[in-house]
């Protein structure tokens, strides 16, 4: 498919891991990132894990990649009401001199109490 | 150490007129990148400026146009507004390398009656 896509929305409890995913479209993209968005603000870059990796951890969060199928997923552990936002994932198309990210449409994350 | 910052923050014009939105990278960043975000949607690249020179485009009509300054500070200019460029402007600084790591401003909403 041309787009990056995401489910739109997920509900999950207090404490709870929570699992974002993503289908993107350039097998040979290098980087793949994560942004948050919360209400009426911009987006705050998240991680980001290099195409030659499966696997990335940064506190609370981990990053799985898996190239041969194109999906990338955003897994945050205990997830707190902290964490209810958008989360967009986001590539970098292949190829010399392209420097834009092409961004999925969101996923909703909703943390219930 | 003061993070991308963009004004106006919210804008109102109606159909026909032309708009001048600014930014001032992160400090040490050399490289600015616009996204339009319509409601619900995932941010859209419209371009990017690179030493004062455009050096990425996006699938957006002439009618959106740029400069970057000595400074590396940016505007982005809209001329004759449609209905259809409602949305929230977001300004992304970056250094020149391999992980193009993006840091988002807050944005400028834009309202076009």
């Known amino acids: 498919g041309e787009d990056v896509e995401q489910s739109l929305f997920l509900s999950v409890r207090e404490g709870d891991s929570s699992v974002i995913n993503c289908t993107y479209t350039?097998?040979?993209?290098?980087?793949l990132y994560w942004y948050k968005q919360e209400p009426g603000a911009g987006l705050q870059l998240l991680t980001y894990?290099?195409?030659?990796?499966d696997m990335k951890q940064d506190q609370r969060l981990t990053v799985l990649l898996n190239k041969k199928d194109k999906h990338l997923s955003l897994r945050i552990a205990d997830t707190q009401t902290g964490d209810s936002a958008i989360y967009f994932c986001?590539?970098?198309?292949?190829?010399?001199?392209?420097?834009?990210?092409?961004f999925g449409k969101g996923t909703k994350l909703s943390v219930i109490p | 150490d003061a993070g991308v910052t963009q004004s106006p923050t919210h804008l109102i014009k109606t159909r026909g007129q032309q708009v001048t939105l600014r930014c001032s990278p992160k400090?040490?960043?050399?490289?600015v990148s616009w996204y339009q975000q319509a409601l619900g949607q995932g941010p859209q690249f419209i371009f990017q400026?690179?030493?004062?020179?455009?050096?990425q485009r996006g699938n957006f009509p002439d009618r959106f146009s740029g400069h970057q300054f000595p400074n590396y500070s940016s505007e982005l200019n809209v001329n004759a507004l449609l209905l259809g460029d409602s949305a929230l402007y977001l300004c992304?600084?970056?250094?020149?390398?391999?992980?193009?790591?993006?840091?988002f401003g807050p944005g400028t909403r834009l309202t076009v009656l």
């Open positions: 992304a600084s970056s250094l020149v390398r391999a992980d193009n790591e993006q840091f």
């Open positions: 350039d097998s040979s993209s290098t980087y």
């Open positions: 894990i290099f195409s030659n990796m």
């Open positions: 986001a590539e970098i198309l292949s190829g010399a001199g392209s420097y834009q990210l092409t």
């Open positions: 400090s040490g960043h050399d490289t």
């Open positions: 400026y690179y030493e004062e020179e455009e050096r």
